[in-house]
């Protein structure tokens, strides 16, 4: 993993957030390596390519909106999607601190942290990674997400449409555990930036300028691989 590249993304969104825009699309598939080139590094009985230089470029500024603009009701690709968004809150910079942080997740497992396309079940996943969504979120629900809601708590696994997809959200491990699989070293300072960035409440989630002052990113960015 190339964490250089990471706080390069950060770096750029707080680019991004200072100028007021939202780039409301953050996945991998929208950053590149800047060069081709990579050197071999052996992993046993084979090597890995990993990129020489980790300077990046973001891309794909389709969606991108100026805060003070009208907003779509929805946002990002669903994967990385922002509670708020889909609850129907409203949203603002947070949803692309949202989606760093799934970003981040899948530079460590290598897989999506939310494979879904259903909001029920995208909201069960991110309570069983990251615990249960604020009731004052849930009671707040617009129209369209409150048939999601029940009593005021997510209505899961009631609401489930399969069996199979109760059985995607169970197989999900907790933030913490999920970290601890993937990252040697400095696993807690990990954990930690990622749970600033997925705070459920937007105004407590970490900004970008946060983010980048945090001590994952203060450490030895060549110990961490």
Not at 16 to 42: A, G, W
Request: net charge neutral.
């Amino acid at each position: 993993m190339c964490f250089n590249s990471l706080a390069n993304m950060i770096r750029l969104v707080t680019v991004m957030h200072d100028l007021r825009l939202i780039h409301t699309d953050l996945k991998p598939e929208n950053i590149l390596l800047v060069s081709s080139e990579y050197i071999k590094v052996p992993d046993g009985s084979y090597s890995k390519r990993l990129p020489k230089s980790s300077a990046i470029k973001l891309i794909d500024f389709g969606s991108t909106i100026y805060d003070h603009h009208d907003h779509s009701y929805i946002v990002s690709t669903r994967h990385y999607r922002a509670p708020e968004v889909i609850l129907g809150l409203g949203w603002s910079y947070p949803c692309d601190i949202w989606s760093v942080g799934c970003i981040l997740v899948e530079l460590c497992s290598g897989e999506a942290l939310f494979q879904t396309h259903e909001n029920l079940e995208h909201l069960a996943m991110m309570e069983r990674v990251l615990g249960p969504l604020p009731q004052h979120m849930l009671k707040r629900a617009d129209r369209h997400s409150e048939k999601y809601i029940r009593k005021s708590r997510l209505n899961w696994p009631e609401g489930a449409t399969s069996r199979e997809s109760i059985r995607a959200v169970q197989k999900l491990p907790r933030l913490q555990n999920l970290v601890m699989q993937h990252v040697d070293h400095s696993a807690g300072d990990l954990i930690d930036l990622l749970q600033g960035l997925f705070k459920y409440e937007p105004s407590d989630r970490l900004t970008a300028h946060e983010a980048l002052r945090h001590p994952f990113f203060a450490k030895d960015f060549h110990r961490r691989s």
